[in-house]
């Protein structure tokens, strides 16, 4: 595409389009430090290391970042709206 060409008339608001998530029983199962160790060790990850950088291109990531639960209500609305989630909350 020629950006010279090309007018943009609408941009997608920002949102939080990927995580990583553990079964919820996992933390009673295996005791948050568990957890944390799981957690920690993604927000480590770095692309300058190139072990690392296969995990991320995996995901097509540079890096994660911290987040909950309610980042993604905005986009369960939305799919819910649109008919791509149809289970009962």
């Known amino acids: 595409m020629d950006a010279s060409k090309v007018t943009a008339i609408w941009t997608t608001p920002s949102y939080h389009d990927y995580h ?4 919820p029983t996992v933390r009673s199962r ?26 991320l291109d995996l995901f097509s990531a540079k890096k994660f970042i911290p987040t909950q639960a309610s980042n993604y209500e905005q986009i369960e609305r939305v799919g819910r ?6 289970n009962p909350k």
């Open 20 to 23: 990583w998530v553990l079964h």
């Open 81 to 86: 709206e649109i008919g791509m989630i149809v």
């Open 30 to 55: 295996r005791g948050a430090p568990f957890v944390d160790r799981i957690r920690d060790a993604f927000l480590r990850l770095d692309e300058s290391n190139p072990e690392h950088k296969a995990i």
